[in-house]
């Protein structure tokens, strides 16, 4: 029977719905134990059980059925590691993850970032890192996966502007999005988080280099962090340095930390995109065309209500997603049917930065 200390593991995020999962399993292997993914290495992956963290690799069988569905295992994955008489910890089975962010690189490969997700922090500073248009290409890459966001506008403190960007936010931005500007370095940002820091809740901080995710992290789970850190007692491949992607906050939630993303796309087809820009998708039903692209069609009622460079950067994503999803030969007549755009001049000053 499967080893589950509800407890410990209800600390790092254990729900029912999770946990209910072991009793679907075909043959359950025999004393293996429920962990989290902590931390993802090269070959080696941290799992955590609540308190203390140590190291376990993939069952090569387990890594080629992953493969073979373009899938990887992720910070916040819950899984099922067997020990063995060498000491090895192994991990046999993935469970289904409630929700999985994952996104594209440059090259079209999908790349996992975080299982098993509630609520995601996009932590975009106030300061030189401030990009409206990246800001939207999370929020796609979020919706996408079934995540709420809420959209935290970090250095509040020293930013600029700060004032007339948040009303920027405010009217480009759905209206339901949470939004807020904080100080990742004052106690305040944990009260300012406090509806989405609730006990049993994983939340994760996506974001680019510098933008105070880190630094957001340290404040929101910083009583957690010292007190795990002097439990070392086992002594077994245990807090690698890499190994800091899953951190306990003071009231029961988890936090997530990941590196900031540079070139990326989201992990979504052009249906998906579309739709999370909900926005967009509830006035398009009321333009005259129903297939309306909202690209200059007479009685279009998407134009002109939704901020001008938002309806740009929607449809570059869209372009984008097109792109992923075309064949070959489809992409390099679209590829030479845009060069030939971009060689006119005055279309050029029409495209958009970022
Ligand atoms: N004044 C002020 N400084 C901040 C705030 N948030 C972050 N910083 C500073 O900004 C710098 C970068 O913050 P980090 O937390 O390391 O950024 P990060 O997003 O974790 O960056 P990566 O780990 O590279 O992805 C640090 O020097 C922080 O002290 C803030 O709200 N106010
Ligand atoms: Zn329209």
């Known amino acids: 029977m499967t080893n589950i200390d509800f407890a410990s593991l209800r600390l790092i995020g254990l729900n029912h719905s999770i946990a209910s999962q072991l009793h679907l399993l075909d043959n359950p292997p025999p004393d293996a134990r429920l962990l989290r993914v902590s931390a993802v290495q090269r070959d080696r992956l941290g799992v955590h059980d609540g308190h203390d963290e140590s190291s376990a690799r993939v069952l090569p069988a387990l890594l080629k059925e992953l493969q073979l569905r373009g899938l990887a295992l992720a910070v916040g994955d819950w899984v099922l590691v067997d020990g063995r008489a060498d000491g090895e910890q192994w991990i046999t089975r993935r469970l289904e993850p409630l929700s999985h962010l994952a996104r594209r690189d440059s090259a079209g490969q999908r790349q996992a970032i975080a299982s098993n997700v509630d609520t995601a922090l996009l932590v975009m500073g106030l300061d030189h890192d401030f990009n409206p248009r990246r800001l939207e290409r999370y929020l796609s890459m979020v919706h996408a996966a079934g995540v709420a966001p809420v959209v935290v506008m970090?250095?509040?403190?020293?930013?600029?502007?700060?004032?007339?960007?948040?009303?920027?936010?405010?009217?480009?931005?759905?209206?339901?999005?949470?939004?807020?500007?904080?100080?990742?370095?004052?106690?305040?940002?944990?009260?300012?988080?406090?509806?989405?820091?609730?006990?049993?809740?994983?939340?994760?901080?996506?974001?680019?280099?510098?933008?105070?995710?880190?630094?957001?992290?340290?404040?929101?789970?910083?009583?957690?962090?010292?007190?795990?850190?002097?439990?070392?007692?086992?002594?077994?491949?245990?807090?690698?340095?890499?190994?800091?992607?899953?951190?306990?906050?003071?009231?029961?939630?988890?936090?997530?930390?990941?590196?900031?993303?540079?070139?990326?796309?989201?992990?979504?087809?052009?249906?998906?995109?579309?739709?999370?820009?909900?926005?967009?998708?509830?006035?398009?039903a009321r333009c005259q065309f129903r297939d309306c692209r909202h690209d200059g069609e007479p009685g279009c009622a998407v134009r002109g209500a939704v901020d001008a460079d938002r309806l740009r950067n929607y449809h570059k994503l869209l372009r984008q997603a097109r792109l992923v999803e075309q064949t070959p030969l489809e992409r390099i007549a679209e590829r030479a049917k845009w060069k030939a755009i971009m060689r006119a001049p005055r279309k050029r000053a029409m495209q958009g930065r970022d």
């Open 154 to 284: 970090s250095k509040a403190d020293i930013g600029v502007d700060v004032a007339a960007r948040m009303q920027q936010l405010r009217q480009r931005l759905p209206a339901h999005l949470p939004l807020l500007a904080l100080n990742g370095l004052s106690g305040d940002a944990a009260a300012q988080l406090a509806p989405w820091l609730g006990a049993g809740q994983t939340l994760v901080l996506l974001g680019s280099s510098g933008a105070g995710k880190s630094t957001l992290t340290n404040t929101l789970c910083h009583a957690t962090q010292a007190t795990g850190a002097v439990r070392a007692d086992d002594g077994r491949g245990r807090h690698t340095t890499t190994a800091r992607s899953l951190h306990r906050c003071a009231g029961g939630a988890c936090i997530i930390d990941t590196p900031g993303l540079r070139s990326w796309q989201p992990d979504a087809d052009e249906q998906t995109l579309a739709a999370s820009f909900d926005d967009i998708a509830a006035l398009a």
